[in-house]
């Protein structure tokens, strides 16, 4: 291993790159890629890549990338995209039909405001738009977790018991374009942690049906098939974070991460880069006095709803930040975690952070200092952070 000083994008390319290589002796690796702020950087470094077998397409449109990513997956080989903000709204028909033909497609999503008007900054509303798509969805903290993400992306997705595409996610500029150190393993370490895939339903030799007609029973069938795939994403992942620790020397985060919750009585729930903050504004209040903890929802998809039932157990409040609006409705965080709290929790929503405001640990301070103060939750709290 070596240690290289790099930004998020590069991270994800680099970790694509080493899984892309690793299935040489099988059908090879491909994408179609198209450049968007603040993803660009990825693909950029990526098309500078050689493989042994395969290569990325840059094409005129997210549309076509997805579509490319669908073609390579068709074919049995090993793929990758990177897409943001309107570019994921873009090719949202390719998004499902990826996951609806069971293709192990990997794709880093930079999370970006969706526009107009325009704003290139962090906000979590263009992945969580596609939060019914069927995709694994996962959200990092660090560079160096994009770039294990992305690398167990790939041996998660295209595990047989699986086999759906996964999305890893960081937060525009705040991981994309900062450097930290990070860990990179050699090329015959991924090769020994990636197994060759070997797609059950390529196209080959044997004749295929793609794209056909399904009758209302054959879908039905067809999505509890789909459900079922998903509802075995945890168990399997469990034991990708095994492997993953065995080839590499370290863990990857469990699907949700506590911190300071053995006596808690008010936690704070929040994704991505947020949750770092977090911890510093729980350390704020320990020192204080004051039972607090926080809570790290790390793979959104699928829901971890019985580690958040564990966690939020007996809580008296959970604040749930969320860096996200559904319109008419409130954080689409709160929604989904209100079933996983008990029923005598006050759960208070708090929506920070919009449009990348910079969210500082004095800021979930106060988030904190409000929802101890509160007898009943209310309508979610507007935060302007600035």
Known sequence: MSIQLITANHASALAATLAGRANR??????G?????TPQTECIELLCKQTFDKGAVARVESEHSAMAVCIGVATAGARTFTASSSNGLAYMVENVYAAAFARLPVVMMAVNRTLGPPWNIWADHGDTLMLRDAGWIQMYCEDNQEVFDSTLLAFRLAEDARVLLPCMVCQDAFVLSHTMMR???PTQDQVDAFLPDLDLPHRVAQTPRVIGGLD???ETE???RQFAEAMFRVPAVYAEVQDEF???FGRRPADRVVPYMLEDADTVLVSMGTTAATARAAVDVLRARGLKVGSLRVRMYRPFPMDLLR???AGRARVAVVDRD???GFGGVLWGELLGSADRDSLVQNYLVGLGGGDIRPEHLVEIFEDVLGRTEAGAPVFKEVG
């Not at 002796?25 to 491909?30: E, V, Y």
């Not at 179609?32 to 968007?36: D, E, K, L, R, S």
Request: proline share 10%; aromatic share 10%.
């Open 25 to 30: 002796n099988a059908r090879g690796f491909g």
């Open 32 to 36: 179609g890629v198209y450049p968007i």
């Open 182 to 184: 990070t860990d990179m």
């Open 215 to 217: 009758f209302p029973h």
């Open 221 to 223: 069938v067809h999505r």
């Open 245 to 247: 620790e065995a080839h």
């Open 310 to 312: 564990r966690h939020l």
């Open 325 to 327: 609006l559904s319109p």
